[in-house]
């Protein structure tokens, strides 16, 4: 059931799942990202008491920024941060420094100003505080009134994916394919399957599944599959009504994975093994292999970086540990 909705985009919403009903095809543009960023970051402590962990950098971007170009490169144009207190820092990344501009022009750094006016320059961003850490998707929900009543992303910024095309362009073309919500997943050793949520699923081809359950960190003698959901989606806005009516967990948090159970009740949902190498920078480990990946990706630093790194490797393990 479709939920009421206002505006000429609802009645476009509306009018395509009418004919979507009938078995023709209506596309609707994925134009909005969330990006739920509310997190403390207790893994990255003491680095992230004042600085938020979305902010730490990659090289010389920080994460939340490569997020962003994903979804900018996917043809996204407007993001919405779920924030909290103390994390200004990531909007203020994304908005125009007059100072530092004219710094770096009257200087003649002018490498330096095209990155930073590239930044500011990327998309149209707005923010919503989540307040009370009530989870992934108690953070999708408030989002609701800025997303309006169009189909949507959310990008988890942690999970940083170097695909082409872009891993969110990808969600987005299956959507257009089979018109229902979309969630990434990848295939994971049974062993590390209680950090996700898992999908059991019936696999229709090319890389896309039809969804017949979802659990929520489930243990490894529990997991339907080993299939587990990564940090991007394609929803439509339906989901908003269904998150409103789900409650906390054992843990007090609304998660996403419920609300997305109790929308397959309604309507068939998908997921889609996404091709890329991804990174999940939430962990120290993740992190530093994100870190020397892309590292490694500049012509300046691969030489010297690689030989550095070949020498740590020559030397006695035993000066590690």
């Known amino acids: 059931m479709v939920p009421r909705h206002r505006g000429w985009k609802a009645l476009c919403y509306r009018a395509g799942a009418l004919l979507r009903g009938k078995g023709l095809c209506v596309t609707l543009s994925v134009r909005t990202a969330v990006f739920p960023a509310a997190g403390l970051g207790t893994r990255f402590l003491p680095a992230t008491k004042t600085m938020p962990k979305e902010m730490l950098p990659l090289v010389d971007k920080p994460i939340i920024q490569y997020a962003v ?21 990531m909007i203020d990344h994304f908005d125009i420094d007059v100072e530092l501009e004219t710094f770096l022009e009257e200087r003649g750094k002018l490498d330096q100003l095209a990155a930073v006016r590239h930044v500011s320059s990327l998309a149209r961003i707005g923010a919503v505080r989540q307040g009370p850490p009530l989870g992934l998707g108690h953070a999708v929900c408030i989002t609701r009134d800025l997303v309006g009543d169009q189909p949507f992303a959310v990008v988890l910024a942690d999970d940083v994916i170097d695909a082409d095309p872009p891993a969110i362009r990808q969600l987005i073309d299956v959507f257009d394919r089979v018109q229902g ?21 019936e696999p229709l ?15 490894r003698d529990q997991a ?9 989606y394609v929803l439509t806005p339906d989901i908003f ?13 609304i ?12 309507r068939p949902l998908y997921a889609y093994e996404v091709r890329g190498t991804r990174h999940d920078t939430g962990t120290m480990l993740g992190f530093l292999k ?9 012509g300046e630093l691969r030489e010297p970086l690689g ?9 006695d393990p035993a000066r590690y540990r």
Do not use: C, N, W
């Open 255 to 266: 998660q996403l994975t419920s609300g997305l159970r109790e929308l397959l009740r309604q």
């Open 290 to 298: 994100a870190s020397m990946y892309f590292a490694m990706q500049r």
């Open 181 to 201: 919500p979309v969630v990434a997943v990848e295939r994971v050793p049974l062993d590390q399957i209680s950090r996700y949520g898992v999908v059991r699923a």
């Open 205 to 219: 081809g090319d890389g896309v599944h039809r969804i017949t359950d979802l659990v929520e960190k489930p243990s």
């Open 241 to 253: 009504a269904v998150l409103a009516g789900v409650r906390e967990d054992r843990t007090g948090e």
């Open 307 to 315: 030989a550095y790194l070949r020498t740590l490797l020559g030397e």
């Open 224 to 232: 339907p599959s080993d299939l587990a959901i990564m940090g991007r």
């Open 69 to 89: 170009e994903e979804a900018v490169a996917a043809g996204i144009d407007q993001i919405v941060m779920v924030t909290a207190r103390g994390k200004t820092a």
